[in-house]
């Protein structure tokens, strides 16, 4: 048995990520969950699609890139030999 249309809808608007069909599918998701009769996992399962669509529409999260410092020239350890300062 092929999915319903809707389903079908909804996976070719997340895949193509059109804008227009993708608040239709959050739509439809956010009424499939309304509906009075609706059984526990067809909620869990509406919601899970919900949240794909919710995903598709924010698009990809850039990662956060923080500054960093520059080290100064001449500080730290390694610099060199040391003198030993022979006390005799």
């Given at each position: ?11 070719a608007a997340?895949?193509?990520k059109s ?16 509906v009075p009769?609706?059984r526990?996992?067809d909620?869990k399962?509406w919601?899970?699609?919900e949240a ?8 990809p999260?850039?990662?956060?890139v ?8 001449g500080r730290g ?10 006390d005799?």
């Open positions: 048995m092929p999915p319903f249309s809707e389903v079908t809808r909804i996976e997340i895949k193509n804008s227009k069909e993708l608040e239709w599918s959050l739509w439809y998701c956010r009424m499939r969950q309304a009769s609706a526990p996992a909620l399962y919601r899970g699609i794909l669509v919710k995903e598709t529409i924010a698009g999260v850039a990662a956060k923080y500054p960093v410092k520059k080290k100064k020239a350890l390694g610099l060199g030999p040391v003198d030993g300062g022979e005799s």
